[in-house]
């Protein structure tokens, strides 16, 4: 551990987020002054203007993500970077760029201490470049989940954001979903659909309803393990005690 006062940026656009950082900073026992940044336009002032022992950037931020932080900044003019993220499939271009270390969240305090231990206590006098298969083992295979869908509108072809979409459903043997007041059909079953879409956002709730998690009010238990859950938008979809644990355990 260094004797001096380190200065250290902490980027991330949720507060929360930021807060939680600065308590793990705290417990790791480091001297240390800060700078906070919530989005990357902030970031990239405050890396060229001042002299940081340390950044660690959110990779997804309103006016510039953390990868084009490094980029807007140069590489060559960062300080030691640990990455902070949701999404596991920027882990590659993570290191593209130089960074020590990826923090996929959420992160506990024992995961934070080896990126912290991978700045602090690595001999920077050795030649052995950084051992990215044993950092990518911390983190699971990434996926590539669909974050659009191509619906027909008129006889057009648009793409459909599927993190805006509550529910999807079935119509025979197909999915179909509602999306501004419109009901689309979807060439391809609610079983094949389930597979495409990221597990944090869509779960599937009974076999003819796959639910997005974030427009989720309330789940209301009924009789035999049953239950309803209530959407935002005032709608009531069931769930069967089959896929209870799929939610709610």
């Known amino acids: 551990m260094t004797d001096k006062s380190l200065y250290i940026l902490i980027a991330d656009d949720e507060a929360p987020a930021r807060r939680k950082v600065l308590q793990l900073l705290q417990e790791y026992g480091l001297d240390f002054q800060y700078e906070e940044a919530s989005d990357g336009l902030s970031a990239i002032e405050l890396l060229k203007n001042k002299v940081f022992d340390l950044a660690l950037l959110d990779i997804q931020m309103p006016n510039y993500t953390g990868m084009e932080v490094v980029h807007q900044v140069g590489p060559g003019q960062m300080p030691p970077l ?15 760029v130089h960074a020590i270390d990826y923090l996929l969240k959420p992160f506990d305090f024992t995961r934070f201490q080896k990126a912290l231990d991978h700045v602090f206590k690595t001999d920077k006098t050795t030649t052995e470049p950084t051992a990215l298969e044993k950092i990518m083992a911390d983190f699971p295979a990434p996926h590539t989940y669909k974050t659009h869908l191509w619906v027909n509108k008129n006889g057009s072809y648009f793409p459909l954001p599927v993190a805006e979409v509550p529910v999807f459903g079935i119509d025979g043997n197909y999915a179909e979903c509602e999306f ?13 659909l389930e597979k495409t879409l990221d597990p944090s956002y869509f779960r599937r709730t ?3 309803w796959l639910v997005n998690l974030h ?14 859950i209530e959407l935002k938008d005032g709608r009531s979809i069931p769930m069967s005690r089959r896929y209870r644990k799929n ?3």
């Open 247 to 249: 939610l709610i355990g």
């Open 82 to 96: 640990i990455f902070l993220t949701a999404y596991d499939e920027f882990a590659i271009q993570a290191f593209e």
């Open 180 to 192: 501004q007041g419109r009901t689309y059909l979807l060439r391809e079953t609610l079983q094949q």
């Open 206 to 208: 009974h076999r003819g």
């Open 215 to 228: 427009f989720i009010k309330a789940v209301h238990s009924k009789s035999h393990g049953d239950c309803t």
